[in-house]
């Protein structure tokens, strides 16, 4: 019988902007209510027992963004990576914290706090919070072989994956927003993945809407090429 939990989701988390655009307030507003409902779904991954999940929260194409939007984007960031630091949840919970991307793209502040989570929480097992920040599939793939290359072991799937950033294929991935693309998000690890593309801005995210994706997934009949 095939299998219709979901052990590792993908979120593309979409909408921000224009979630500030239509409340009238400023961009960075918008990051803000973003970031609320990004703390919401820390509660909902227990809750539905999903053992690692990969947020789309920073692409390499998002540098290109205006000095202020990302001067107040990288302020929220470190603000909540220091709140996560000190959140005991992480560690009844046993969340590991991981930071996938360029990470060297960022000032050495943030580096360091990405850092430091990713070493006070790098022995829990329970759940796993993937970041990718700083991020593109394809940039991943090339660093993925030069890897391999620089290894000299043979390139192959099996050697590709294992240097990755991110190395288990997600069931679902879900992205908010209304695009319909999946923006340079785990390409090679998505091959197979069950996409769910939802009109509601991210901040506008519930629990239902999870809960919908969830059932919706359990709907579909997953072939894997056959």
Known sequence: MEDKGIKHLGVILDGNRRFATKKMKETWK?????????????????EFNIKETTFYAFSTENFNRSKIEKENLFRLFKIKFQETINNPKIYENKVRINFCGRLEMFDKELQSLMKELMEKTKKHNKFIVNFAMAYGGRQEIVDAVKKVVDSKEKINEENITKNLFIKEEPELIIRTGGSIRTSNFLPWQSVYSEWIFLDKLWPEFTRKDLVYCIDEFKKRKRNFGK
């Open 30 to 46: 918008g990051h803000e209510s973003g970031a609320e409902t990004l703390e919401n779904f820390f509660d909902w991954i227990k």
